[in-house]
């Protein structure tokens, strides 16, 4: 099973923080919002990740490569901004067939990813919230 996780967007809604930070690099706690989701998917058992990089993308690429030089990664370029679909189908070469666990790269969940994992069905994580329009 391969992980995706798409962290290519540009944070605007994060501005000033984030014109020199992908926002999935930004520290939370002492630690980075990405750390925290590949820590959470590495203690589930992934040890394949596939990222889908645009903005500072390198930084994030050289980011995971320091702290997880254990980990198979791939990294896949995002060059034009149209959205999470895009990102997960240009994944559609290196994924090759596999299973895939998707995980956006800038929310943390409380989640028991190992029983995702072993669920016999597809699944789909989804939060109700009073105003969509307001709760990007």
Known sequence: MKAIIPVAGAGTK?????????????????RTILSIIVDQLVESGIREFVFVVGYLGEKIQHYVEKKYPDLTTHFVQQNSREGTGHAILLTKEVVAGDEVLIVLGD??????????????????????????????
Do not use: C, M, W
């Open 14 to 30: 994060l501005r000033p923080h984030t014109y020199t930070q992908p926002k999935a690099l930004i520290p939370l706690a002492g």
């Open 107 to 136: 929310t943390i969940v409380e989640v028991d990813f190992k029983e995702v994992i072993n669920s016999p069905v597809s699944v789909l994580g989804v939060k109700k919230v009073d105003d969509p329009a307001t709760s990007a």
